[in-house]
């Protein structure tokens, strides 16, 4: 009779962590060893890439399986229109718990009502804040609430990544002879940068990405480049206010800080996993859950001499995929580009659900089957989302500057190598991933490349028919 029961289904969706932080995307010296373990029994995407390189947007798309630009959560704190749906309610089969534990950033109504029975909350007036001042923390701002900065210096008893384990395991636990569905959205490892784990990775063994000690790049779009000049007087403003926790840097030894406290987070989030993981084991129920592990976006961490997520570098837009379906016990790697356009879909599929007319994408259980599965391009895309500029910027007049904190992107990356991002209002880019996959080289300007732009773009302006999106690039 067990082996007859519905799939659990349990979703980790961390914010910010990069694809390069578990050992099969290539970094083997973080301490991820629950992620690790995780990903050595699961399907795993090589090359996954978010919608949109940006909070609301993307997790708009990884909740209902539309485009934001769709949608409408086209920067962050947009509230996510009730017409569309999110995949639990997508699904016909009703018998499911349901419960989304963590981050929402979708509406301040969060997700109850929306296919979730419960909601336990991190932002700063829900769940975890009553939690903490049940344990005699005082909040530090005036308002009654912590802040950021106040969170990330708590013991990791007070943590938040304890706080939803704790909860996700009376989850399971309550629900553990239901059908269930889990989200457990971290808000770690994004900035800013601190936490209880700061120390975890030794500073020596923490490498920079090659990007981020090259010189500075001129041959990128002008946002980015008033990104950089912004984040690095933030800098300079964090050594006089907070000179053990910087939020951005400017030395190479400040980047290696930074991310050796990244990376500690990273560890933050993987204990909990392993701790949610091992409840479904203790109650016999890892063979009878699909479990899934992926991020809103990544983060450059010092890459092109960047912090955050917000460009169609691949530090911020690529993400790491696992999906561990019930019984799996090896790994399987696929190398063929995706996006998270599919993610709903696949996960109605794998749940026994059929697609919903919602849905732009389709499933990816053809391809995890090794079933006939034409290669497709990736799309991402960008619209305007409140650039900071540095005040009295010399970059370029203020007529441009105004312009380009506009812009918006739409790009393709397609299985062949490619990477080509149009823009209404600021700098195009062309990179062969293939040949430069550190993005050093724009070759928008090569002619020598001429037909491959023309090629790409006919395939950006069809894609933007199909998708509805009227933005002129």
Not at 134 to 159: H, M, Q, T, W, Y
Request: charged share 25%.
């Amino acid at each position: 009779m067990a082996a007859q029961r519905k799939p659990n289904l349990v979703l980790f969706l961390p914010d910010q962590q990069r694809a390069d932080t578990i050992a099969c995307y290539g970094r083997a010296k973080v301490h991820a060893p629950n992620l690790n373990k995780l990903a050595s029994e699961s399907v795993v995407f090589q090359r996954a890439y978010v919608t949109h390189p940006v909070c609301t947007p993307s997790r708009s798309s990884l909740m209902t399986g539309t485009w934001p630009h769709i949608n409408g959560c086209t920067r962050n704190s947009v509230p996510l229109d009730r017409r569309f749906r999110v995949f639990p309610e997508l699904m016909e089969d009703r018998d499911y718990r349901t419960a989304y534990i963590g981050k929402w950033h979708l509406s301040e109504e969060g997700p109850v009502g929306r296919g979730f029975n419960e909601w336990i909350s991190t932002d700063d007036h829900g769940n975890y804040t009553n939690f903490l001042i049940s344990k005699d923390v005082a909040p530090d701002k005036s308002n009654g609430r912590f802040s950021e900065l106040a969170i990330s210096n708590l013991p990791i008893e007070l943590s938040r990544p304890k706080f939803l384990e704790r909860h996700a395991c009376e989850f399971i636990e309550k629900h553990r002879r239901d059908p269930f569905i889990l989200v457990v959205g971290f808000v770690e490892p994004h900035s800013p940068y601190n936490g209880p784990l700061n120390d975890e990775h030794p500073f020596d063994d923490v490498d920079l990405d090659v990007t981020a000690t090259l010189p500075e790049s001129e041959d990128i779009p002008l946002r980015y480049r008033l990104m950089r000049e912004w984040q690095q007087a933030e800098a300079i403003l964090d050594r006089q206010r907070l000179p053990t926790q910087l939020f951005f840097g400017v030395t190479p030894e400040e980047y290696r800080s930074i991310k050796q406290r990244y990376l500690g987070l990273v560890t933050l989030v993987d204990q909990s996993v392993g701790a949610i993981l091992g409840c479904l084991e203790r109650l016999d129920l890892s063979d009878h859950t699909i479990v899934v592990h992926t991020s809103d976006h990544g983060d450059s961490l010092g890459a092109h001499h960047l912090f955050g997520k917000e460009t169609m570098f691949e530090e911020a837009t690529r993400v790491p995929l696992l999906i561990r379906l019930p019984g799996q016990t090896r790994a399987k790697t696929i190398q063929q580009r995706m996006s998270h356009i599919d993610f709903v879909p696949t996960l109605l599929d794998v749940l026994g659900q059929a697609n919903h007319p919602q849905c732009a994408g389709k499933s990816l259980l053809p391809l995890i089957n090794e079933e006939a599965a034409a290669p497709e391009n990736v799309f991402l895309e960008w619209a305007p989302n409140r650039t900071k500029v540095r005040k009295g910027t010399k970059l370029a007049r203020r007529r441009m500057v105004k312009r380009a904190i506009e812009e918006s992107t739409r790009a393709i990356v397609t299985q062949d190598g490619w990477k080509l991002c149009l823009r209404d209002k600021d700098l195009n880019e062309l990179y062969n991933l293939n040949d430069d996959p550190l993005e050093t080289r724009n070759l928008y300007a090569d002619w020598q490349y001429a037909s491959v732009i023309a090629r790409l773009t006919v395939e950006i302006h069809r894609w933007q028919e199909s998708a509805n999106d009227k933005l002129k690039v």
